[in-house]
């Protein structure tokens, strides 16, 4: 059994009390690792705005619009998703900018890691290896990622016992948003529980089958 939670005090806090509260309870607190996600490639883009600010004063005009703009989203890319092309475009962005190869390298690390099937022991392992090379590397892009992620390590390293996140919550709670968009306002709680149902249960239960 886990709770699957993002980093905000007061699930956390809650999560720890109530397993506290429980002696028949045994559950593991888990950091989702979509929110760990977020966190470390929010550093990442933060970087990449002051490089990007520093590469349009240091290089020309036309360097810059041929080179660098527009790739945006190819930063935001994994880099497994990258076509050839993307990859060659991206290397010679990194040739401007030594110290956003630096921090990208260590982006996918993170990513990967994630998606590596690892014991929690081997985990453990591998996170305290990143945090080393990002003090050998001199960046402090990942200063505030580093402080979280030893703030909340074992929750963080409880992913990797059963791989559980929060995703089924997180499209839930989209689904809903939509919703109430859709909707222009939903003013009872039976309309709205009715059309959650509907968007959840309608295709299988209503849609016509073809022969």
């Known amino acids: 059994?886990?709770?699957?939670?993002?980093?905000?005090?007061?699930?956390?806090?809650?999560?720890?009390?109530?397993?506290?509260?429980?002696?028949?309870?045994?559950?593991?607190?888990?950091?989702?690792?979509?929110?760990?996600?977020q966190q470390y490639r929010e550093d990442f883009d933060e970087l990449r705005k002051q490089e990007f600010k520093q590469m349009k004063q240091k290089l020309s005009a036309e360097l810059f619009e041929r080179d660098c703009k527009g790739s945006l989203w190819l930063l935001r890319k994994n880099h497994a998703s990258l076509t050839f092309k993307e990859r060659q475009r991206l290397?010679?962005?990194?040739?401007?900018?030594?110290?956003?190869?630096?921090a990208y390298t260590l982006r996918e690390e993170l990513t990967a890691l994630f998606n590596t099937p690892l014991t929690q022991l081997n985990a453990e392992y591998r996170f305290k290896r990143w945090m080393k090379k990002v003090e050998r590397s001199q960046l402090t892009c990942y200063d505030g990622f580093i402080k979280t992620l030893q703030k909340f390590f074992l929750p963080i390293l409880n992913y990797f016992i059963a791989r559980i996140n929060s995703g089924f919550v997180e499209g839930?709670?989209?689904?809903?948003?939509?919703?109430?968009?859709?909707?222009?306002?939903?003013?009872?709680?039976?309309?709205l529980f009715q059309r959650i149902w509907l968007?959840?249960?309608?295709?299988?239960?209503f849609v016509l089958s073809t022969p």
Request: glycine share 2%; proline share 1%; net charge positive.
């Open 1 to 37: 059994m886990a709770f699957s939670t993002d980093m905000w005090e007061s699930y956390v806090t809650a999560v720890e009390e109530f397993i506290a509260a429980h002696k028949d309870v045994t559950a593991k607190l888990v950091i989702d690792r979509f929110h760990v996600a």
């Open 91 to 102: 290397r010679k962005l990194f040739e401007y900018s030594p110290k956003l190869h630096k």
């Open 172 to 191: 839930l709670n989209n689904k809903i948003k939509v919703i109430k968009r859709r909707c222009y306002g939903i003013r009872k709680i039976t309309s």
């Open 199 to 205: 968007d959840l249960e309608g295709f299988e239960r």
